[in-house]
């Protein structure tokens, strides 16, 4: 269970840096 929730921060943390670098290219 650690490790998965580990596992799930670390997919959390990277997909919303992905949705940001989509979001500024999308609406700059």
């Known amino acids: ?3 998965k ?3 799930w ?3 959390s943390a990277s997909a ?3 949705l940001g670098t ?3 290219y999308v609406y700059s």
């Open 1 to 3: 269970m650690d490790i």
């Open 5 to 7: 929730q580990k596992g």
């Open 9 to 11: 921060q670390s997919f």
């Open 16 to 18: 919303r840096a992905h």
């Open 22 to 24: 989509v979001y500024g």
